[in-house]
């Protein structure tokens, strides 16, 4: 107990200047708060939910570090004091252990501590078969493709992010505080010769109660209800949404919707989120950013060549956010294609190239996937036949080998699936597998930028590592030489200009870093707009993440952002605007923001320390990634992604000890022992006051 | 109010009064005059008003242990049933807890 | 489970408190609002304590504990010596609301003598007193987690309601004893009062050694206990009449059962 008085003036200080201390001293005394965590939500779709939840209290259970399979044991039958939560190594994180706790009352919840060594024999938390029921393979379209019957895309999948879990599940990074857990493990609730400890045990408490249940359509159903009815709305779930990045090498009429006239363009896209188990970790170095790294250095290799020698069709360079999802941004723009809502419709589309994973080749073949379904039309099968011949030639010259896997296979999962759903359009895929992913780590935390073997040397100082080429940096800029040509051949441009095309290793070098090591670099914040850095800044302290996550007040997530300004860098020209001209251009002769974006653009700093800013035009922009689902109001849609993430309150952790039952019911008895004792005695002294007290005219204790 | 200082004829008539309040679905009212007049009815000596209040009590708590098992029913009824029926649940209720079917 | 805890928690500080309150004072008006008075009055003590405080605090350098343990420690006494003050101040009154109570009653004595008023209005400072000291850490005692994680004592809630028990007697014995000294301007009485409440107060400083502060706060609260009856009017002639009675009743009953 804190000294008497003291704590009376903290009290009353509290309840005058309130919000001075959020919580209570005693408070203090009792609970270690954990900062560093992240945790496993719920996401819902047309028929079903996924991820953790908690107790709308907290779950709150003894811990027990889960050290071997052999405290498995301890925890699901022989330990004394259940629930128990689970503290385990990622390592320990496995489908099995996890399936047995899941079907156990005796676990209150799990933290999995990170580490950054991999398991050599491959981890997956997603589906075998990823965004299988959203594809373009089903009954009506190639039977004997669908569900991965010909290949299984993803075999280590054990489809653990596809499990909902009663209990909350956290991810801990490993840093002083999972120390302090240990530290109380190992004080109260390690065993002694396997007998039980002893109370007081250390315990651990997780918040994650999340709003939603059952799925989207309950989800939404409820939302409306509360938006119409009740006096306090509070919503439930959001639809994952986002934002796509396209631009184009001809500038496209933004303000005219629908189909263009003379207007043909080959697709160039890749896409641009990720996920694993746990909410906004996804790291997705080889599942997604080498795609996106690729694709931003073939543009930029392709720029300079296009404006000299601009090839007879347009090509248009296209991100999709959402793809994890059940192809959320590529669906969307098909949808907007088809029904006259963007800027192009289908019959502008000429072909497509999509960049699937790139980062893992290692030196040997690169696998150019096409529709065998679509190919069964003679004309669509020419088409590919060109594109893939076109493609060879290039790779030959540039030295790479670049095969066509077994004319029967069906085509990895792809946004170009989605174009395919709704038109046989000629289109590859080019990716570094030639049927299974060779990414060991598809959807997992482990898919970090050291299995994409960017590594740097040791005492390099950061802006050091940003301009330093590493072997990836290599690989990949071959890769995007590659794609950046074959574009141009594919626009029918001149082949006498493709030794022009050239992607550049420093720029590959540079976007790895920044997409996958540290975004707030002296690049990165030299390609942004003044009002993106400073407070508030969009550049994280570490890595991008590349969840996609839901935007309440149509915000951009960082990651959009940092494509939509580089491509725009990329792909733009410098205009000698100043800052108000180029946000209002139309007041400027001979711009036009129906054709063009403008963006004002912080600049390098210089040596001493000012910012030279200046206006880029460009032809980027950003679509919707919202499901088309939303949309239509069909949330129990098959048609389209219905992915929701749940909302909550509270996300938190803490330790603390818990105290044994013998001491709780010990207090609770002297309590009781002395609230019958003094209503005695006081009884009874106040019956004998007169008696007592009967020196004086009249007793203190009485009743008269 | 003290019904020790009112006389009789008034005690009928707020007995009534609340009794027949009661069938404009106000069982609380039923309620009251239940334990409002539970002393007048059955403890006082008789007095020309009791037969009459001794009825008023009497109905007035038939028709509130009739709500309550009216009530009672259907709450445990909705209650279990409320995530098998889904949809139609969701219309009829009023508010939904977060984070149950 | 650990609802057992607040209980028995909540029990063990205000039991008596409330046993006090519903026997002696509930069934009185006059006494409810002596009480109410008098936890007023506490609390005025305890403003202006914590406005110096606060005051301290901020002036001071965070930082610095040697200054922090000081102005603790001052802290403690410049709130106990206040807390006096308004006692004093609380009886000032009283004996004026007396005199105005004698004048209109029926009867042309006052219908509550100083003892009584001594005592309800040291019940007023206790019960108060308590909850302020108690509350908070009741709040806490809710759950899920107990006081130890920094190696704190496990039995840290059950102490705190003890120590709020005692103070809570304490607040009643010294406000009888204090009236008294006041009435029969016993001044030494007064200073007596003044000196036990800085003692106790200043034994809760060497917490968390509970062993250290637990004990004599019990000694003292015994010694005032018999103070205070024997200020109150109480006798061992008194005490023994009680018991003779009582054991010849038991004597009686003795006889009656063996017949």
């Not at chain 1, 129990?636 to 938190?652: D, L, V």
């Not at chain 2, 037969?51 to 009216?70: C, D, E, F, M, N």
């Not at chain 3, 008596?16 to 009480?35: E, G, K, M, N, Q």
Request: aromatic share 12%.
């Amino acid at each position: 107990m804190g000294p008497e008085s003291f704590r009376w003036s903290y009290l009353l200080l509290i309840s005058l200047f309130y919000s001075y201390v959020s919580c209570s001293s005693v408070e203090q005394k009792i609970y270690i708060q954990l900062n560093n965590t992240v945790p496993c939500v719920r996401l819902l779709n047309a028929t079903h939910q996924i991820g953790c939840q908690s107790s709308i209290s907290g779950d709150t259970g003894v811990l027990h570090v889960f050290e071997s399979e052999a405290d498995l044991e301890w925890i699901l039958t022989n330990g004394p004091h259940p629930p128990y939560m689970v503290v385990m190594e990622a390592v320990f994180f496995t489908r099995p252990t996890m399936m047995r706790m899941k079907n156990s009352s005796r676990v209150a919840g799990v933290a999995v501590i990170s580490s950054s060594t991999a398991p050599s024999e491959g981890f997956s938390p997603h589906t075998r078969c990823p965004n299988q029921n959203s594809g373009v393979y089903g009954e009506s379209y190639g039977p004997e493709l669908a569900n991965c019957n010909n290949t299984v895309w993803n075999p280590l999948g054990n489809n653990l992010s596809y499990e909902d879990f009663a209990f909350p599940i956290f991810f801990l990074e490993n840093d002083n505080q999972t120390q302090v857990i240990r530290k109380c493990y190992e004080d109260h609730n390690v065993r002694v010769n396997g007998t039980a400890p002893e109370y007081p045990l250390c315990a651990m408490q997780l918040f994650s109660h999340m709003h939603a249940v059952t799925d989207t359509v309950t989800c939404m159903r409820r939302t409306d209800l509360q938006n119409s009815f009740s006096i306090n709305p509070e919503k439930l779930c959001d639809p994952l949404n986002d934002f796509n990045v396209w631009a184009s090498i001809r500038p496209l009429n933004s303000s005219i919707k629908g189909h263009k006239e003379n207007e043909s363009v080959v697709i160039a896209a890749t896409r641009l989120d990720g996920r694993s188990f746990f909410w906004d970790v996804a790291t997705s170095a080889e599942g997604t950013v080498s795609g996106i790294v690729t694709l931003l250095a073939a543009a930029q290799a392709l720029y300079p060549v296009t404006q000299e020698a601009p090839p007879p069709r347009n090509i248009f360079f296209t991100f999709f956010q959402g793809e994890a999802f059940d192809y959320i941004g590529s669906s969307r723009m098909v949808y907007d294609m088809q029904n006259a809502k963007f800027v192009i419709d289908m019959d502008n589309v000429h072909s497509l190239l999509e960049i699937g994973q790139v980062g893992l080749r290692n030196g040997s073949n690169l696998w150019i996937h096409s529709d065998p379904v679509s190919r069964k039309n003679s004309s669509v099968n020419e088409e590919v036949d060109k594109l893939v011949k076109n493609m060879q030639s290039v790779a030959s010259s540039l030295k790479l080998s670049v095969e066509e896997p077994g004319s029967s296979q069906a085509l990895p999962p792809s946004s170009f699936q989605r174009f395919l759903r709704a038109r046989p359009i000629p289109g590859l895929v080019l990716a570094d597998h030639q049927s299974a992913f060779i990414n060991r780590y598809y959807e997992s935390l482990y898919d970090t930028p050291a299995y994409l073997n960017l590594t740097y040397p040791p005492d390099l100082s950061p802006e050091e590592q940003l301009e330093y080429e590493t072997e990836a940096a290599k690989s990949l800029s071959e890769v995007a030489t590659l794609v950046a040509r074959s574009l141009y051949t594919q626009a029918g441009g001149d082949d006498q200009f493709l030794s022009n095309i050239t992607a550049d290793t420093k720029t590959v070098a540079k976007l790895l870093y920044g997409f996958l090591i540290k975004s707030n670099n002296s690049w990165f914040s030299s390609l942004l707009p003044p009002e993106a850095l400073g407070r508030g800044s969009i550049l994280g302290t570490g890595a991008p993440q590349y969840y996609i996550g839901l935007r309440l007040d149509n915000t951009v997530k960082s990651v959009t952002r940092f494509v939509q300004f580089i491509l725009a860098n990329m792909t733009g020209t410098v205009l000698s605007l100043n800052q108000s001209q180029c946000q209002n251009p139309n007041s400027v002769p001979d711009q036009s923001k129906d054709l063009y974006s403008y963006s004002w653009i912080s600049g390098p700093v210089s040596a001493n320390g000012t910012a030279e800013s200046y206006c880029v035009r460009a032809s980027v922009r950003l679509s919707k990634a919202l499901s088309p689902a939303f949309e239509l109001l069909e949330y129990g849609s098959r048609e389209y992604s219905t992915w929701t993430e749940s909302r909550w309150k509270t996300i938190g952790a803490r330790i603390f000890l818990v105290a044994s039952p013998e001491l709780e019911m010990m207090t609770l008895g002297v309590g009781v022992a002395v609230l019958i004792v003094s209503l005695l005695v006081t009884y009874f002294i106040s019956s004998k006051a007169e008696l007592l007290f009967s020196s004086t005219r009249e007793a203190p204790a009485t009743t008269y | 109010m003290n019904l020790e200082r009112i006389p009789n004829e008034e005690k009928l008539s707020l007995c009534r009064k609340y009794y027949l309040g009661g069938f404009a679905f106000l069982p609380f009212l039923w309620l009251v005059n239940c334990v409002w007049f539970f002393k007048e009815a059955f403890v006082k000596p008789a007095y020309t008003e009791q037969p009459q209040i001794k009825t008023y009590v009497k109905r007035s708590a038939l028709g509130l242990l009739l709500w309550v098992t009216v009530l009672t029913t259907w709450i445990c009824i909705f209650q279990h049933f409320r995530a098998q029926w889904g949809e139609v649940a969701d219309y009829i209720s009023f508010t939904i807890p977060l984070g149950t079917p | 489970m650990t609802a057992a805890v607040f209980f028995g928690c909540a029990f063990i500080a205000f039991g008596p408190a409330f046993s006090l309150f519903i026997f002696t004072i509930a069934r009185d008006p006059l006494r409810v609002i002596i009480l109410i008075a008098g936890a007023f009055f506490w609390l005025l003590s305890l403003l202006l304590s914590s406005l110096v405080w606060f005051i301290a605090m901020k002036a001071s350098n965070a930082e610095d504990t040697k200054v922090q343990t000081g102005l603790l420690i001052f802290g403690v006494f410049f709130s106990v010596l206040l807390q006096e003050v308004f006692r004093f101040a609380y009886y000032r009154l009283l004996r004026k609301a007396n005199e105005g109570l004698a004048a209109i009653s029926d009867e042309e004595t006052s219908p509550i003598s100083v003892q009584q008023m001594a005592y309800v209005a040291g019940l007023g400072f206790g019960i108060i007193s308590g909850a302020f000291s108690m509350i908070n850490i009741l709040s806490d005692t809710l759950g899920p987690g107990t006081v130890g994680i920094f190696g704190d004592s496990q039995y840290y809630f059950i102490t705190s309601a003890l120590m709020t028990l005692a103070i809570t007697l304490l607040q009643i014995f010294w406000g009888v004893v204090f009236f008294d000294g006041c009435e029969k301007s016993r001044w030494w009485v007064i200073a007596v009062v003044v000196c036990l409440h800085l003692l106790v107060s200043g034994l809760s400083l060497l917490n968390p050694l509970y062993e250290g502060s637990l004990p004599p706060v019990y000694a003292i609260t015994v010694l005032m206990a018999v103070w205070a009856f024997f200020a109150s009017g109480g006798s061992l002639h008194n005490l023994s009449l009680l018991f003779t009675r009582k054991i010849l009743f038991v004597l009686q009953l003795i006889c009656f059962v063996k017949m």
